[in-house]
């Protein structure tokens, strides 16, 4: 089968869709607009990329979105038909086709939405958020793109709700919780003030989708945002903490009804108490107001009448006729004759147009509903005015729905089958609803009862299942393997057939070897961290070769081997620590200064970090300067023993001072004095 990305145009997808164009795409996959094979209609199919569908929560994130889908049933919500895998790998989802556009290219083509028309819109759309709301989920991602405008069978505008991909249940669900932490869900433009602040999502409800509808609405109706720097970043924080502009005079030539400017800025509150509780509240205020348009459509206007005045001049009169003119106001002869003629006319025209509505009634109720389509065009173009075509047109289109709902009723009856057979229950409860909306009265209605309810006791029984096969995996990761065994029970009780039981089985003993090996794996870890502890390097070696035969992970092995080759490194440090340390000792007593200051440096190399080699090095300074000291000290005693010897008491007294100076206290400093004065007399 082709990548994904290269469908083209024809192309088959699961062998009952045909590619008529693509749509769009994004990041989790594409979008194709196709043609059922066999039911001859057009859909929606969006495909989860392969390569993207091979990521885990992308799965569940796309699965998801199919079992919200299913639940909500309601006309201003798109239908979900179809979801499958496909033999690639990846997996896609069949919805209803909306033949329209999006309210945001409304916008863009025609601009603002006329008042009426965009309240009608709004209230339909809260009806369906309504629907998604009632079972505890939010859409978060509410946006002019997400709203599709289509035409009923009766020609009205119709709203539809699409993509809920980024919808979320209001109560946690471990299951399905695929929101990545940090991750924005939703459009910044029409996010509410808590989504902005709450990028996760975690404390949004219902009144967040009320919030971005309410944003909807007012770009609807004025064509603009409620904040400036509408298409900047700084858009969002303005919502935090400025107040929306008034739709009163927010755009020229549009007149906003101060009463409707009054609900949206209630929906607009930046405190989510202060907003509508739910959808009904704000559809009903809709409701005040659209009726208040009515009434003001509809009311009387006083009219003044003008005080009587004085008649004008009187105009000049024609030129006297008196041959055609009849003195007592009768119309004459051939005036009375084209009267009557022109009347004849007018009564033929409506016995004929009499005789095409009871032709079209005719058609109608013949089902030759073509043939009467075009006979109601034509009289809609030639005789509006008559109240009995409009009466016809609505007989019409009531029959052409009925028609419709007929052959929708097959086509339901082939999609329940299908979905019956593939145990897609929310699905084929979908389908059997809509036969009986359709059809109440179907003739096989307790037929498909009896098959839905065994459906619904065989998922039931999967259900039981795939929770049990949970509880005991879950068991199984926190290695509770009483736990996982009990569970396997609940397993064998709920599985008739006995192949999933047989393979949870298969699990467990896979997971008690896996135990076992991890304890010997845990012990020889042990012993190889106490034998580098006491120095034991050649044990320690051993033990890590025994945990490369035992299977340790790769990180493990490296992480091991790392340590080990640092206790090498550091015992051969230590080893010529001790050595320059015997060094500097030996050397230092023996007078080597130098020699001992080498060792006191090379020390330094191997302990950078350490004070002792600074230490080290000034001791040796000290030592050698004081050898310096007590080396002039005994040179200059015996300069002044010899100038006494010569008797040379000037010299002997000036080489006695510069002793005194290296060493004040000298022990000879006395004699010296006596012997220096003796030779003085």
Known sequence: MQPVSSREPGTILDGKYEVIRPLGTGGMGEVYLVRHLHLEEQRVVKVLRQEVAADPANRQRFLREARLATQIKHPNVAILYDFAQLPEGSFYMVWEHVEGREVGQRLHDEGPFPIPLAIDLAIQTLRGLGAIHGLGVIHRDISPDNLMLADNPRGRPRVKIIDLGLAKTLVPDPNYDVTQAGTFMGKLRYCSPEQAESVGGENLDLRSDLYSFALVLYEMICGATPFDNGDRPVFVFQRLSHDPKSMVGRTPGIEVPAALDRVVMKGLERDRARRYPDAIAFIEALEVVARGLGEH????????????????????????????????????????????????????????????????????????????????TDLEATASSIRRVSEVRQRLAAAEEAAAGSGRVAELEQLLGGYLKNKQLQLAELAYDSILELEPNHRRQGDYLTWIEMLRQEVAQDRQVAEALAAGRAALERDDLKAARKSLDAIKKADPGGERAAAFADEIERAVRARQAGAELEERRRRFEGHLDKGRTADAEAELAALERLGATRVTLDLLRGRLDRSHREATAEIRVSELERQFGERLAAGDFAAARDAAVGLQREQPASPQPAAMLAEVTRLEQEHRRRKSIAQGERQVEALIRQRRADQAGLALRILLRIDPKNRNRKQFERQIQALGK
């Open 297 to 376: 459509a509809t009311q009387r206007v006083a009219v003044t009448v003008p005080e009587p005045t004085a008649p004008p001049p009187p105009s000049p009169a024609p030129p006297a006729r008196r041959d055609r003119e009849s003195r007592t106001g009768e119309l004459l002869p051939d005036e009375r004759r084209a009267l009557l003629e022109q009347i004849e006319r007018a009564a033929k025209r409506m016995r004929d147009t009499t005789q095409v509505i009871d032709q079209a009634d005719l058609a109608i109720v013949e089902g030759r509903l073509e043939e009467a389509r075009k006979m109601v």
